[in-house]
């Protein structure tokens, strides 16, 4: 297991924290994750590149922290 640290940023209410625990959750392989509206710590298998096109495509932007 993994541990990622991610810099997120677009983020500005509780609702933009809730879209990307959600498509952060949908991902096999999530052990633990904690999001706030600047960053994410996320433990698992699921590979760096893998978590970052998740975000994106979730309408946000997520950078290795």
């Known amino acids: 297991m993994a541990?990622?640290?991610?810099?997120?940023?677009?983020?500005?209410?509780g609702g933009c924290v809730k879209a990307v625990k959600q498509a952060l959750e949908q991902l096999d392989g999530i052990e633990s994750l904690e999001v706030t509206q600047d960053s994410a710590v996320i433990n698992g298998s699921v590979d760096l590149d893998t978590l970052i096109e998740t975000i994106e495509n979730a309408g946000f932007e997520a950078t290795r922290a």
């Not at 541990?3 to 209410?13: A, F, P, Q, S, Y």
Request: glycine share 10%; charged share 35%; aromatic share 0%.
């Open 3 to 13: 541990e990622h640290k991610l810099k997120l940023d677009g983020l500005t209410c």
